[in-house]
């Protein structure tokens, strides 16, 4: 899904499992995981002077504002805490550079994987890795796999639904842009035509409201609406988009920006070493237990 919105620290998410579990993406890439290119032997020179850069000496690096849990923290991607901003943070020091030297500029959800050029260097904004979207933009390999949630009120009549085939009546809404829209479309079907939002706040308020029966967006988000958003909310269970194809959120490149494998190297050996591991516990930890609906 990735979406835009809801993105600031909380003690909400999903568990390591969900990390390694296979999530949906819309259409699923088949990008691989790269290998530690600053390392590897004949590699391009991934050090900070021989960087591609908007700005020598900077490390650009956008998001969407606001900037939500458990993404972000209160709206600052540039406290360190909230999963992206940590990630950020650690493929920064990978590359050799300090924090000081990170610079954080807003990029549109919409926006971002837009073709032409870019005044970033990468964007971390819970954005999926497409073929589709990969025909305007680039992506660094997945730093984090996903899996699609649904939110009801609990005196819904959809509460209690254990499958799929059960949400097919109910009147969905998605945010504008974001891959729950394809996952809606593709897993549920549902009879009534999908209700498009332009952001997270306007599909909380629409389900407040009785506007719509249920709310999807992307699982840690689900988990961090009904905790902090939507009183008397219920996550009524989780979904992958296909049968076969693994939703992954990647950092997002202006096309063909060399940057990329150097990136791709920074992420190799966060996963390798156990650190992106250890950051997905830290800020997307408890909420593995969201059934899974068929």
């Not at 945010?175 to 999908?194: D, E, L, N, R």
Request: proline letters at 5%; glycine letters at 10%.
């Amino acid at each position: 899904m990735s979406l835009p919105a809801f993105r600031t620290a909380l003690t909400l998410g999903v568990g390591a499992a969900l990390v390694l579990a296979a999530a949906a993406c819309s259409p699923a890439s088949s990008k691989p995981s790269a290998a530690a290119t600053n390392t590897t032997p004949g590699a391009a020179d991934c050090s900070p002077a021989a960087l591609h850069l908007v700005t020598k000496g900077t490390l650009t690096v956008a998001t969407d504002t606001p900037a939500y849990a458990p993404w972000f923290d209160n709206n600052t991607p540039s406290d360190g805490k909230g999963f992206e901003s940590a990630v950020a943070y650690a493929i920064a020091a990978k590359l050799g550079f300090t924090q000081s030297q990170v610079k954080w500029v807003v990029e549109p959800f919409d926006n971002s994987y837009a073709p032409g050029p870019k005044n970033f260097d990468f964007d971390l904004n819970q954005i999926s890795i497409t073929d589709e979207r990969e025909k305007a933009v680039d992506f660094s390999s997945g730093y984090y796999t996903v899996t699609q949630g649904v939110i009801t009120l609990k005196t819904s009549k959809y509460a209690g639904a254990a499958s799929l085939a059960a949400l097919k009546p109910a009147k969905i809404g998605v945010q504008v842009g974001t891959t729950s829209m394809q996952a809606v479309q593709g897993k549920i079907a549902p009879s009534q035509q999908i209700a498009v939002f332009n952001t997270t706040d306007d599909e909380v308020n629409a389900l407040k409201n009785g506007q719509i029966d249920a709310l999807v967006t992307d699982l840690p988000t689900v988990f961090y609406l009904t905790g902090s958003s939507i009183d008397g909310g219920k996550v009524v269970g989780q979904f992958d988009y296909t049968d076969s194809g693994v939703e992954q959120f990647g950092a997002l490149f202006a096309k063909g920006n060399p940057l990329v494998g150097c990136v791709d190297g920074a992420i190799a050996q966060l996963k390798s070493g156990g650190q992106l591991a250890t950051l997905t516990t830290q800020w997307l930890s408890t909420s593995a237990a969201a059934p899974k609906l068929g």
